[in-house]
C-alpha cells in the first residue's frame, strides 16, 4: 500500500455539499447495505428519502421496504441482520420508542443492526428539536451509542457503526446519535473516500456459526426462564468488556486509511493544554462551545472543552486519565433524568460515577439546556464558563443549573 492511500489522500476521496443525513446515506451505500425499512418521521426521515433515491438512481442495490410503523421497521431489519443481510434502519423521538421492544431484544440477541436516530424531543409536548433522551433510553440495554459533532462525522460514525458492531468480539447494535435539525437539516462539505478504501476498512458481513439457516440449525431467542437468563447476561456483558478494544482497532485502521478521525476515538480535546476548567458536552452542542471557548480565551481565560463522541461504551477509564487535570468540569445535558441523584442529567452523573475512585477528583457541574432543539446562546454559553470558572476557584454554586429557562 502507498502512503498516499494510507493518508487517505484527495485522489481517493471527492468532496460534496450534503446534510448529516445524507452523508449518513453515502456511507450506506458504500457499505454496500443489503436491506433497509423505512417509516417517516422528522428529523431521521431525510435519510431514508436519501437512500431511496441512491436506489431508485441504480447505485445501491437494497431491499427498501416500506413499514407500517416503526415496530415493524426495527423487527424487519432485526430479522434480516439474523440471516446475514448487512442492515440499516433509523428513527427519531416517539418513533424510537415505538420500536422498542424490538429495541430491547436486538442486543441481547447479538445482532448488529445499524440504526441513526435523529434526536428529537419525545412527546409530549411535541417538538421537533433535538433531545438526547430518545437515544439514552436503550442505553443499559446493550446498544452501543455514538454522537457525532458535524455531518462529516455522520458519514464517518456510520462506517465505523458498521466495523465495530459486525466485528465478532462484538456483535451488538449501534445507534448514531444525530442531533435533529442543527446536524440532520444543516449542510456542510463532506469527504466521501471511493469504494476501494471503504472495502479495505470494512470487511463483509459474516455472523459465521450464529447465522440464521436450514443447514445451520440454532435457537433464536429462546424462553430460557430462569434456566439460563444469568449466563446469557453473562456473555453478553462479557462482549460489552470488548467493545473499547475493536473500538481502538477500528479508529487506528480508519485514521490510517482515510486520514481522519482525531487522536482519540472516544472523546474530543479543545484548548485543553493549560485550561483549570473545561465544559463537556456531545452532539452539536460543540460548535457554539468551540466559539465561546475562542472568545474566552482572546479575553485571557483558561478554559476548554471535552466532547464526548462514545457515550456508549461510556470512556470512564479515559476520562478520569485527562479530567482529573482540570479544576472544575461543567457539563451540558441535552437531556433530562428525573428524580436522579442531584436531580442531574444523564451525562452528568454517569461521568461522576465514572470519576468517584479517582485520586483526585475535580468539581462538577451540570448545566440542562438547549431541550427541544432551543438554541444555545452565546451568552448561555458565557453564562455557564463563567459558573464553571467559579466553581474552580472554590465558590459555592449550584450543583444542577437549567439554563436559558423563562421565568
Known amino acids: 500500500m502507498t502512503m498516499e492511500k494510507q493518508a487517505g489522500s ?24 443489503d436491506v433497509t425499512s423505512a417509516y417517516p418521521i422528522r428529523p431521521y426521515d431525510g435519510v431514508m428519502q436519501a437512500v431511496a433515491k441512491l436506489i431508485a438512481d441504480g447505485d445501491l442495490d437494497a431491499e427498501y421496504i416500506v413499514a407500517e410503523g416503526e415496530h415493524s421497521q426495527f423487527e424487519i431489519c432485526k430479522h434480516a441482520s439474523a440471516v446475514g443481510s448487512r442492515v440499516f434502519v433509523g428513527s427519531s423521538g416517539v418513533g424510537w420508542m415505538y420500536a422498542m421492544e424490538s429495541n430491547a431484544v436486538t442486543p441481547s440477541l447479538r445482532l448488529p443492526v445499524v440504526a441513526m436516530i435523529g434526536n428529537r424531543a419525545l412527546d409530549d409536548p411535541g417538538a421537533f428539536g433535538v433531545e438526547h433522551n430518545d437515544a439514552l433510553c436503550v442505553r443499559d440495554l446493550g446498544w452501543q451509542l455514538n454522537w457525532v459533532e458535524n455531518a462529516q462525522e455522520c458519514f464517518d460514525a456510520t462506517l465505523m457503526a458498521y466495523r465495530v458492531g459486525e466485528d465478532p468480539r462484538v456483535s451488538f447494535p449501534i445507534g448514531i446519535g444525530v442531533d435533529g435539525a442543527f446536524i440532520t437539516h444543516s449542510q456542510t462539505i463532506i469527504k466521501i473516500p471511493d469504494q476501494e478504501l471503504v472495502d479495505e476498512f470494512l470487511p463483509p458481513y459474516d455472523l459465521g456459526n450464529r447465522l440464521l439457516h436450514p443447514d445451520n440449525p440454532i435457537s433464536i431467542a429462546p424462553q430460557a426462564n430462569e434456566d439460563w437468563v444469568m449466563e446469557i447476561r453473562k456473555q453478553t456483558d462479557d462482549a460489552a468488556h470488548r467493545v473499547k478494544d475493536v473500538i481502538w482497532e477500528a479508529h487506528n485502521d480508519f485514521k490510517r486509511i482515510f486520514g481522519r478521525g482525531g487522536d482519540n476515538p472516544f472523546f474530543e480535546e479543545y484548548m485543553t493544554e493549560d485550561a483549570d476548567y473545561v465544559l463537556f458536552g456531545m452532539g452539536s452542542l460543540a460548535l457554539p462551545t468551540k466559539v465561546m471557548v475562542r472568545r474566552l480565551r482572546d479575553r485571557g481565560e483558561k478554559v476548554g472543552f471535552v466532547r464526548l463522541k462514545w457515550f456508549r461504551p461510556f470512556p470512564d477509564e479515559e476520562l478520569t486519565e485527562i479530567l482529573t487535570r482540570f479544576k472544575a468540569i461543567g457539563v451540558v445535558d441535552r437531556d433530562y433524568s428525573y428524580g436522579s441523584p442531584g436531580q442531574g442529567g444523564v451525562v452528568f452523573n454517569d461521568l461522576r460515577a465514572a470519576l468517584y475512585n479517582a485520586e483526585v477528583r475535580p468539581k462538577i457541574i451540570n448545566f440542562i439546556g438547549g431541550l427541544g432543539g432551543r438554541e444555545l446562546t452565546p451568552e448561555m454559553m458565557d453564562d455557564m464558563a463563567d459558573t464553571t470558572r467559579r466553581a474552580a476557584a472554590g465558590e459555592d454554586v449550584p450543583m444542577v443549573r437549567w439554563i436559558g429557562v423563562r421565568e
Open 10 to 33: 484527495a485522489d481517493n476521496q471527492v468532496e460534496k455539499l450534503m446534510t448529516g443525513t445524507q452523508a449518513v446515506a453515502q456511507a450506506v451505500r458504500l457499505a454496500d447495505v
